[in-house]
């Protein structure tokens, strides 16, 4: 088979789908990626092709699948990541991305939001990797107004503020965060019938407050 030509980002979004990352992606391009993952069988060798076949990335989607490639191969490619992350969320977006909303166990969540709102969050994590606080706590804040529904996000800043003003400011703004409504249990039938309650953030976010309160009370 002839060699492969770098800057082919259908057949990059096609191996990262693969690898479980699920992007728009022409479906006859998916025997050439499972080619290419039996063929080379290193994870981080893969995600490295995936990066390769988006040769000089300039546009939304070059930037998108780079940006999370280098984010899937972990701390030691954070300069990398918040290199491309930075330049794809200074563009409009993927514009093949998903604008589906769908309900999940009672909260609406549009796709749209939740992939821009991934690309602050790895953005967010590979600042915080390289030191860079105050940076990687704005963004870890712009992914939770994406995702308000999302205490996670809120944890994660949380933390950031901890290392940056200490344990009483991460406190304070959990706390406040006991307003959102998301805080209360959110009431849905599932797909048997069922009433069920969602309380995850409720949990999450109450969670996260005694453990911060926890090690406030012990000084570790």
């Not at 789908?17 to 006859?28: D, I, N, T, W």
């Not at 988006?54 to 998108?64: D, H, I, V």
């Not at 959102?180 to 009433?195: F, Q, R």
């Amino acid at each position: 088979m002839a060699e492969l030509i770098p800057n082919n980002e259908d057949l990059a979004a096609a191996l990262f789908s693969a690898l479980g990352e699920h992007v728009p992606h022409p479906s006859a391009l998916e025997v050439e990626a499972k080619r290419l993952i039996s063929q080379i069988e290193d994870r981080e060798s893969l995600l490295l092709k995936v990066i390769e076949l988006c040769g000089n990335p300039q546009t939304p989607k070059q930037l998108y699948l780079t940006a999370k490639a280098y984010s899937w191969l972990g701390r030691k490619y954070d300069r990398q990541t918040i290199q491309f992350a930075e330049a794809y969320l200074n563009t409009e977006g993927w514009s093949e991305l998903s604008n589906r909303t769908i309900v999940e166990n009672g909260i609406s969540m549009n796709h749209l939001f939740t992939q821009r709102a991934s690309v602050f969050i790895d953005l967010a994590k590979a600042q915080e990797g390289v030191g860079r606080l105050e940076d990687a706590l704005y963004n870890f804040l712009e992914a939770y107004r994406l995702e308000p529904y999302s205490a996670m996000n809120a944890v994660k800043a949380a933390n950031v503020m901890v290392k940056l003003h200490g344990r009483e400011e991460a406190l304070i703004f959990l706390r406040r965060q006991k307003k959102s409504l998301y805080y209360s249990p959110t009431k849905y039938t599932d797909t048997s019938g069922n009433v069920r309650h969602n309380d995850e953030f409720r949990r999450l976010l109450d969670a996260h407050i005694f453990k911060l309160q926890e090690h406030e009370q012990t000084g570790k």
